[in-house]
């Protein structure tokens, strides 16, 4: 019954999230060209910040400034996590180029590139999947022991390229996807930076906002991966509509002149980061 009424919200959540995706198409492609650069240049440093506090690491926006700024004369040895966030920020370059290009079917061999991206030492041994099950690791989810990783990531990619799982709606595909790969956790470093960043590539190639799950939310995410796709699911379909309002929100603050953006200004720094 509980189960029920679960999938009964969600449903209800899918119709609201559509509805608000719809209004977010219509208005991005009348915004100003430039407000939308500024806003997306955000919205990355924001997607950075969180995804880095799911992995119990804590950057400040001028770290993020400095390794993704390409304006900024910055000293990599002054920030320690310089060179991961710059992978981060070319894997999440590489998805949204990779979503442009229609021709191009999402497959596991995308999700190996962006893996690649972002582990380079592993790329030049052949990007091995683990031999061993990490002790000390952030999430405590089961997940697959060495010798089923190889047939569990090829039946992964039968599921991907089934007609069945093309007809999904974008955000269930990404969430099964999301909780199906977590659950092999094929590399001992990435994995889950990997997936999400996968995960934003289908939504852009679906004409969906980036979904950005806040640094509030990190148990819940890592609670979900111990459940079925149903967790993942909620947390997405909140993000995208995160996402999309906030934009839709800037927009509409630009337009009320200078004398209101100034008013806003500390505000709506503060509030453009995907997830509240």
């Known amino acids: 019954?509980?189960?029920?009424?679960?999938?009964e919200d969600i449903d209800a959540r899918f119709s609201e999230v559509e509805r608000i995706v719809t209004a977010w198409r219509a208005r991005v492609a009348t915004a100003n060209p430039v407000a939308r650069t500024e806003f997306n240049n955000r919205l990355r440093i924001s997607l950075i910040h969180h995804d880095a506090?799911?992995?119990?690491?804590v950057l400040s926006y001028s770290e993020i400034k400095a390794a993704v700024d390409p304006s900024i004369i910055s000293d990599p040895s002054l920030i320690p996590s310089y060179e991961e966030i710059r992978r981060f920020d070319d894997a999440c370059n590489f998805a949204a180029e990779s979503a442009a290009n229609k021709k191009k079917p999402f497959?596991?061999?995308?999700?190996?590139?962006?893996?690649?991206?972002?582990?380079?030492?592993?790329k030049a041994k052949g990007l091995p999947f683990r031999k061993e099950n990490p002790l000390h690791r952030l999430y405590y989810?089961?997940?697959?022991?060495?010798?089923k990783i190889l047939p569990s990531m090829r039946k992964l990619g039968e599921w991907l390229d089934e007609p069945a799982t093309k007809n999904l709606h974008v955000i269930e595909k990404v969430a099964t996807l999301h909780s199906r790969f977590m659950a092999i956790f094929p590399w001992a470093k990435e994995s889950g930076r990997t997936i999400r960043v996968a995960s934003n590539q289908l939504l852009q190639e679906g004409g969906y906002p980036i979904a950005i799950v806040h640094s509030i939310d990190r148990q819940r995410y890592y609670e979900s991966l111990r459940g079925d796709h149903l967790?993942?699911?909620?947390?997405?379909?909140?993000?995208?509509?995160?996402?999309?309002?906030?934009?839709?929100?800037?927009?509409?603050?630009?337009?009320?002149?200078?004398?209101?953006?100034?008013?806003?200004?500390?505000?709506?720094?503060?509030?453009t980061n995907g997830g509240g």
Request: aromatic share 6%.
């Open 53 to 57: 506090a799911l992995e119990g690491e």
């Open 107 to 122: 497959k596991l061999d995308t999700i190996r590139d962006l893996y690649s991206i972002l582990a380079p030492d592993e």
């Open 231 to 271: 967790g993942l699911t909620s947390l997405y379909l909140e993000a995208v509509q995160t996402t999309a309002e906030t934009e839709m929100r800037v927009y509409d603050e630009a337009q009320k002149g200078p004398t209101k953006k100034r008013s806003k200004k500390a505000s709506g720094t503060q509030g």
């Open 1 to 7: 019954m509980l189960r029920y009424k679960e999938t």
């Open 141 to 147: 989810h089961d997940i697959a022991p060495p010798e």
